[in-house]
């Protein structure tokens, strides 16, 4: 055996002296492998540009089944730690420190959407970066020191605009913030979520549309929306993070169309009248709680006497059975890293869907 068969051999056999399968755990034993994997590489264990065991070796000496390990590989591929060479196997990516990328992630807020968007960037981007995740809470100040002499510091900017006015109103920028962001190299620069258009077009964009979003999204519901009487959309006009006004103007555009009467309401109120016949449009979660539990209180038949839709979908959502309208955070995510990965300037609007489920 020559010196360098035998140096890969041992480097080999410490990778699977790394590897441990828990027969006990309720975690798939693929995504046992992926954790491993992913936890080795951390912690200096498994080194970049290592080569992995074969598909059929974690098999054999594991007794998993080669199903199993290849489904592991090929989430660690799409992660973009692992890459596949053809005759040669399976390596760690080269993700050296001086290679990655050093990102600024800046979101308005802390939700579960927004964390969606974020994981699923997170996880399409794989060990190519060093993201600092930084939230402004949608306020001017704390947005400008964010950015205050950064532009040396990160390779990339990923920027959610959403600002409020000191009455609380949703502005997508201000003069300040419009100027601070101009001052960043285009190339560098991701806009995600609110498209701010006085921005030149060789800007990466992934955005939703929120006038025109809601407005087609109820289009496609009209089949189950036309069947109640009046809409009502709970818009708070006034909060700690404001909601754009556009979305105002796709649902008045909506109703007006198709001639359905309706109302804006700035919250559930306590002990609201409830008719049969009323269809509720809810943004935020804690009005899509209360309205429930009115309903109830009420003993009105959900998804036949009262209909509710929710902005914004969420693993929960899906559970209870609410209709929603939604952009897909996954593939807002997802974009936005690809667009990093593969160095592009372009605009993407991310789809928007009417979900139907039981509340309507």
Do not use: W
């Amino acid at each position: 055996m020559s010196l360098a068969n035998y140096i890969n051999k041992e480097n080999l056999m410490k990778v699977i002296d790394y590897l441990s399968i828990d027969e006990n755990s309720r975690v798939p034993k693929y995504q046992q492998v992926v954790d491993c994997i992913i936890n080795n590489i951390a912690n200096g264990n498994i080194k970049l540009d290592q080569k992995l065991p074969s598909i059929n070796t974690v098999s054999e000496d594991f007794y998993l089944s080669r199903d199993t390990v290849e489904k592991a590989y090929n989430i660690l591929k799409e992660k973009n730690i692992i890459i596949s060479i053809p005759r040669r196997g399976n390596y760690v990516a080269k993700t050296e420190e001086g290679n990655k990328f050093n990102i600024l992630f800046l979101i308005n807020k802390l939700s579960s959407y927004k964390m969606r968007i974020y994981n699923s960037f997170l996880d399409k981007i794989g060990l190519n970066s060093n993201i600092d995740l930084q939230i402004y809470h949608c306020d001017e100040l704390l947005f400008l020191n964010a950015l205050q002499n950064k532009h040396k510091i990160y390779d990339y900017f990923v920027i959610m605009p959403h600002f409020k006015t000191e009455n609380l109103k949703h502005v997508s920028y201000t003069e300040e913030v419009l100027k601070k962001i101009n001052n960043i190299p285009k190339n560098k620069l991701v806009i995600l979520d609110n498209l701010i258009q006085p921005l030149a077009e060789d800007v990466a964009c992934v955005y939703q549309e929120f006038d025109n979003d809601i407005y087609e999204a109820l289009k496609m519901g009209f089949t189950k929306v036309s069947n109640y009487k009046k809409i009502i959309l709970i818009y708070p006009e006034k909060g700690i993070y404001p909601y754009p006004k556009r979305i105002l103007f796709g649902f008045k555009k909506f109703c007006l169309e198709y001639e359905i009467d309706f109302e804006i309401l700035n919250e559930v109120y306590n002990d609201m009248i409830l008719k049969k016949g009323d269809l509720f449009i809810t943004i935020e979660e804690s009005h899509l709680v209360n309205l429930i539990n009115q309903v109830r209180e009420d003993e009105l038949k959900l998804g036949e006497d009262v209909g509710v839709i929710s902005y914004n979908d969420t693993p929960l959502k899906e559970l209870l059975g609410i209709s929603v309208v939604s952009t897909d955070f996954r593939v807002m995510g997802e974009t936005a890293a690809e667009m990093i990965l593969n160095n592009e300037n372009r605009r993407f609007k991310v789809p928007f869907n009417f979900i139907n489920r039981e509340s309507i």
